[in-house]
């Protein structure tokens, strides 16, 4: 069988209607070049959503594939449950010190898990210390944290997760920053207000408030305003809650600075990296904390103080060794330098996006994003009431980029490492989606 036929027949896709899929021409990625990605019949279309905002390098053979493949070879997989292995440690220390005011490293597969374990990690530290009433969380509208459990109930969002809303956590909710336009300071201390009196309420029932770093991606792309993180941190301090960062989609250059939270002189207590952390190239992701929390969880075993916490793959060695190598890249091939010319770039092409259906035009670092809308109504449905989302992927595809918009925000996450002639070509097609979009 045709490997589509065969992927219609077998395979069940993420957030994806599989009816719809069906009828699809649908590509299946067999190689790539660079950062292209090459399907089965061999057309080539550059990866525009860095495999879900992961991708750093593009994807053919470097440096990060020559470690994995070294790390294979000496030793692919052994537990952290009672033992230790060497990329690992190795790759704290590197974490470690590029993450100031974080000491311990806790190792988990995907963004969802290391959001899981720093719930459990806050909610443990306020039970270890006997304040059990301490055990509910705050976080804010439109923040998104993952797909499991726990982390769908921080971050609900209702076209994603109504069917499961009945078995999430409570979570108590904070305001989103309204103004999307990081140039309106005005409303910042409106905003903040709001979330001071959410925090004041609830601080004897909540161990900790979550937020995203630097922006809130999935939930709109919504750029905090200067000061914004800074001073929720410190609202945190003020009343007593640990300040959980979700550094996810954010970390490692992709707002422009490779740790954000230290850009936004914010102080967290716990810190959640995944994604960008080895290049795209492994599922693994990180949860920091601090000494403070770590000291908590230390005792004798029979007081049962420590973290009961642990998957198959916790610290995977090719995925330690995947991370060690890319940060190193980073620092050899100066990425946030790079990311910062490409960034300014990036502003000017949006600002030339001059369409009567594009509103809020944003960036930061290599994250922009804008809202097509019509008469301050958002456009969501084509022609033949085709969602726009599904229009602007399969017609990116077609002029070779994968796209993949936020319902009608689109949005433009790169490969961090993306040549400028790429972003280009990313930004050409954007533009000539627009225009198309403002036909119809
Ligand atoms: C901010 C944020 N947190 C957590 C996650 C979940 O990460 P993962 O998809 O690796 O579980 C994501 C994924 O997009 C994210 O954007």
Redesign the pocket.
């Known amino acids: 069988m045709h490997l589509v036929d065969a992927d219609k027949k077998y395979v069940w896709h993420p957030y994806t209607q599989m009816l719809d899929w069906t009828r699809w021409d649908n590509k299946v990625i067999v190689g790539a070049k660079g950062f292209y990605l090459i399907d089965s019949k061999g057309r080539e279309y550059l990866d525009g959503i860095a495999s ?3 991708n750093v390098w593009g994807h053919s053979d470097n440096e990060i594939l020559q470690s994995m493949s070294e790390q294979i070879r000496a030793l692919p997989h052994s537990t952290l449950f009672g033992l230790a292995s060497a990329p690992s440690i190795t790759l704290a220390e590197k974490l470690l010190r590029l993450c100031k005011g974080m000491q311990k490293v806790f190792y988990s597969d ?6 899981e374990v720093a719930m459990k990690m806050a909610v443990q530290y306020w039970h270890n210390k006997g304040m059990r009433k301490k055990r509910y969380f705050i976080s804010l509208e439109n ?6 459990f726990g ?1 769908m109930s921080l ?1 609900y969002l209702p076209k994603f997760f109504r069917p499961y809303r009945h078995l999430l956590l409570k979570v108590y909710k904070a305001p989103s920053p309204r103004a999307t336009d990081q140039t309106a300071a005005k409303d910042t201390n409106t905003d903040l207000a709001q979330v001071e009196k959410v925090v004041s309420k609830h601080k004897d029932s909540c161990a900790a408030l979550i937020m ?1 770093s630097g922006a ?3 939930g709109g792309g919504i750029i905090y305003k200067k000061d914004y993180q800074r001073r929720i941190s410190e609202i945190c301090k003020q009343y007593g809650l640990l300040f959980i960062l ?5 970390g490692f250059g992709r707002l422009g600075n490779m740790v954000e939270y230290l850009a936004q002189r914010s102080r967290p207590d716990i810190v ?1 990296l ?2 960008a952390l080895t290049g795209g190239y492994s ?1 693994l ?1 990180v949860t920091l904390t601090t000494a403070e929390i770590y000291n908590a969880f230390l005792g004798s075993y029979t007081e049962a103080k420590h973290l009961s916490h642990g998957h198959t793959f916790t610290g995977h060695a090719v995925g330690c060794a995947a991370a060690i190598t890319n940060l190193e890249l980073f620092h050899k091939y100066n990425l946030i330098k790079r990311i910062r010319d490409n960034a300014v770039y990036l502003r000017r092409r949006l600002n030339e996006l001059n369409s009567p259906i594009v509103a809020n035009p944003r960036q930061k670092g290599l994250f922009a994003a804008f809202e097509l809308q019509q008469n301050d109504k958002p456009i969501t449905i084509m022609q033949k009431d085709e969602i726009l989302q599904y229009f602007v992927m399969r017609e990116s595809m077609k002029m070779g980029v994968i796209l993949r918009p936020l319902g009608n925000t689109m949005v433009i996450i790169p490969p961090l490492a993306i040549p400028r002639r790429d972003l280009a070509r990313i930004m050409d097609v954007q533009m000539s989606l627009v225009k198309r979009i403002e036909k119809i």
């Open positions: 879900m905002w992961c995907n963004g969802s898990t290391a959001i923040g998104y944290h993952g797909d499991t982390a971050g995203e809130q991606i999935a979700d550094e996810i989609a954010t959640c995944g994604k599922p992701a």
